[in-house]
């Protein structure tokens, strides 16, 4: 069984799941939508949990999350902290006090995201988890004010060709999805010029993001972040963690600081979610719920999990269904992992 890259399937954390692994995976920038975090607030303990999350990450994330426009949530400051938030309000809400390890075989995150899934594995604590990508945020916003850049989905396509005109355009594939997707990133000429050309039977749709993520662009925010990083308290994981890198399931051998390291080279490096999907046939996936503002990456299992039931948290009305789905996908105790 192929795990990713240097993992195979004798990692106590990988082990144990006669019955099917069930996925926690939490979305990335582009998924928050206006209001979404409003009915949640209504819920018992959320508001505490909010305003916690907002006095680390240094902002009204209340506000953000329930008045504030479209436009002020694409600022890269403000969006990645409240997806953050977002996804670990619908996580504790969703377990009810039960652990993760209790309910999941294998968590993982696109871009940010990969943040809010550290925290389900245990590595970061929820409220440190959103204190460290606010500081990741404002220095990626740094980054993108520096020199004018952007991003574009290319839907569909030959793989080849796609990559091809990239290169052509100067432009770098900085996420790799999977079921057909490509986000380029790179100038703002080289995704005009991608526009104008795009490659046999591919959309190009350009991304509101406020910079090229995850390429070259964004060094000086990965060397900011690093330096920051460095000190930052983590522990091991208690649930399997895939890695945006190369889709590696990094378990009980690997030490929280080496997570931290991967997910500070992120910032800067593309992001493989294609070979995370990969990860997730070989484990066996039998079910996925994408955490609070879900939908993306539920739309791309349907293309390449076929045939695996998903729930996509989108408001408090999608809770009975995912706990639905856990109870009829249920997760053998992993074996070093708490119960």
Same mark, same amino acid.
């Given at each position: 069984?192929?795990?990713?890259?240097?993992?195979?399937?004798?990692d106590?954390?990988?082990?144990?799941?006669?019955?099917?692994?069930?996925?926690?995976?939490?979305?990335?920038? @582009?998924?928050?939508?206006?209001?979404?975090?409003?009915?949640?607030?209504?819920?018992p303990?959320?508001?505490?949990?909010?305003?916690?999350?907002?006095?680390?990450?240094?902002?009204?994330?209340?506000?953000?999350?329930?008045?504030?426009?479209?436009?002020?949530?694409?600022?890269?400051a403000?969006?990645?902290?409240?997806?953050?938030?977002?996804?670990?309000?619908? /996580?504790?809400t969703?377990l009810?006090?039960?652990?993760v390890?209790?309910?999941?075989?294998?968590?993982?995150?696109?871009?940010? @995201?990969?943040?809010?899934?550290?925290?389900?594995?245990?590595?970061?604590?929820?409220?440190?988890?959103?204190?460290?990508?606010?500081?990741?945020?404002?220095?990626?916003?740094?980054?993108?004010?520096?020199?004018?850049? @952007?991003?574009?989905?290319?839907?569909?396509?030959?793989?080849?060709?796609?990559?091809?005109?990239?290169?052509?355009?100067?432009l770098?594939?900085?996420?790799?999805?999977?079921?057909?997707?490509?986000?380029?990133?790179?100038?703002?000429e080289?995704?005009?010029?991608?526009?104008?050309?795009?490659?046999?039977?591919?959309?190009?749709?350009?991304?509101?993001?406020?910079?090229?993520?995850?390429?070259?662009?964004?060094?000086?925010?990965?060397?900011?972040?690093?330096?920051?990083?460095?000190?930052?308290?983590?522990?091991?994981?208690?649930?399997? /963690?895939?890695?945006?890198?190369d889709?590696?399931?990094?378990?009980?051998?690997?030490?929280?600081?080496?997570?931290?390291?991967?997910l500070?080279?992120?910032?800067?490096?593309?992001?493989?979610?294609?070979?995370?999907?990969?990860? /997730?046939?070989?484990?066996?996936?039998?079910?996925?719920?994408?955490?609070?503002?879900?939908?993306?990456?539920?739309?791309l299992?349907r293309?390449?999990?076929?045939?695996?039931p998903?729930v996509?948290?989108?408001?408090?009305?999608d809770?009975?269904?995912?706990?639905?789905?856990?109870?009829?996908?249920?997760?053998?105790?992993q074996?070093?992992?708490?119960?």
């Amino acid at each position: 069984m192929t795990l990713g890259a240097g993992r195979d399937a004798s990692d106590p954390l990988v082990l144990g799941h006669s019955s099917g692994v069930l996925a926690l995976v939490s979305p990335g920038q @582009g998924s928050q939508t206006p209001g979404m975090l409003a009915p949640w607030l209504d819920l018992p303990g959320v508001p505490e949990q909010v305003a916690a999350f907002s006095e680390a990450a240094g902002l009204d994330l209340a506000k953000h999350g329930t008045t504030s426009d479209a436009d002020t949530l694409r600022d890269t400051a403000v969006a990645q902290p409240l997806i953050v938030a977002a996804s670990l309000v619908a /996580l504790r809400t969703l377990l009810a006090g039960r652990t993760v390890a209790e309910v999941a075989g294998v968590t993982g995150g696109h871009s940010v @995201g990969e943040f809010a899934a550290a925290a389900a594995a245990g590595v970061l604590s929820d409220t440190s988890a959103v204190e460290l990508v606010g500081h990741r945020a404002r220095a990626m916003a740094r980054a993108a004010a520096a020199a004018p850049s @952007g991003m574009s989905a290319v839907v569909g396509g030959d793989p080849h060709e796609v990559l091809a005109a990239l290169t052509a355009a100067g432009l770098t594939a900085a996420n790799v999805n999977g079921g057909g997707q490509v986000v380029a990133a790179g100038s703002l000429e080289g995704l005009r010029a991608l526009a104008a050309a795009p490659p046999n039977k591919a959309r190009v749709i350009p991304l509101q993001v406020a910079g090229a993520f995850h390429t070259s662009y964004m060094a000086s925010a990965r060397d900011e972040f690093a330096a920051l990083a460095a000190e930052w308290p983590v522990s091991a994981p208690q649930v399997p /963690l895939l890695s945006n890198a190369d889709g590696t399931a990094l378990g009980s051998r690997d030490t929280g600081e080496q997570i931290l390291a991967r997910l500070v080279n992120q910032v800067a490096a593309p992001v493989r979610w294609d070979l995370c999907q990969a990860t /997730l046939q070989s484990l066996g996936t039998s079910a996925m719920i994408e955490l609070l503002p879900g939908g993306v990456l539920t739309g791309l299992a349907r293309r390449t999990l076929r045939g695996t039931p998903t729930v996509a948290i989108k408001s408090p009305d999608d809770l009975d269904a995912a706990r639905t789905l856990i109870l009829d996908h249920p997760t053998v105790p992993q074996q070093g992992a708490s119960a």
